[in-house]
């Protein structure tokens, strides 16, 4: 399996050349075609930008449908039922016969997937239909495994330290009423410095798989 970090924009491409004038970021959470799921984020200017792009968006002939769910004055939560005469970027990749992990960000023109290819020869067929679809098509990273699983990602003594602390409650907000360290230790027969280094190293080692997975998002600011 390959994971390709790409970057790609398309002239005429409506959400591209929203982010491009108006100044926001999407972050599309969930997808069930024709629908797509989001959040809407101001890059600069506060909420006053976030409702000028959800004017223009309403008034695009590319989308049939869109309602903001909820809204506070840093994020809005939005539907929206797209009415495109061409497949889309996400539809692309799919046809290609490789997969967009979820979320994909938008912002300043530009779309930032992170695609699972099955074979080389997948993600040169994934490029090959991209580039004759899209205007521009970058490769930010790429490599050869995907990201590690869970199992891969924590050892043994650090998933049972984990899984419990999550299952107690001990990571809500707010947190449950006596779960702690100490409890949490006792429950897996061991020290209370000990159940508190393995949930650090875990906690470690989880933010920094998502800070690796997430980083290409950051590319250009």
């Not at 790409?6 to 024709?34: A, H």
Request: proline residues 4%.
């Amino acid at each position: 399996m390959i994971q390709t970090n790409l970057q790609i924009s398309s002239k005429d491409y409506y959400l591209c050349e929203l982010t491009k004038k108006i100044p926001v970021k999407v972050t599309i959470v969930t997808i069930r075609l024709p629908e797509g799921y989001g959040l809407l984020e101001a890059l600069e200017g506060g909420e006053e930008i976030i409702q000028l792009y959800v004017d223009n968006v309403r008034t695009s002939d590319s989308v049939l449908e869109f309602e903001v769910t909820y809204s506070s004055p840093n994020v809005y939560w939005t539907r929206s039922v797209h009415n495109l005469d061409f497949p889309s970027i996400y539809e692309t990749i799919l046809e290609s016969g490789s997969m967009s992990l979820l979320p994909i960000i938008i912002k300043k023109g530009i779309q930032y997937h992170t695609v699972y290819s099955p074979s080389r020869n997948a993600l040169k067929k994934l490029l090959e239909m991209l580039k004759s679809r899209f205007t521009t098509v970058n490769i930010v990273s790429l490599r050869s495994t995907p990201l590690k699983s869970e199992e891969k990602l924590l050892t043994p003594k650090q998933q049972e330290a984990f899984r419990l602390a999550y299952n107690k409650g001990y990571y809500e907000i707010p947190r449950r009423l006596r779960i702690n360290i100490e409890t949490l230790a006792r429950q897996l027969g061991i020290k209370r410095v000990a159940m508190q280094e393995r949930l650090r190293r875990a906690e470690f080692r989880i933010l920094t798989d998502y800070v690796k997975r997430n980083s290409q998002y950051e590319i250009g600011e």
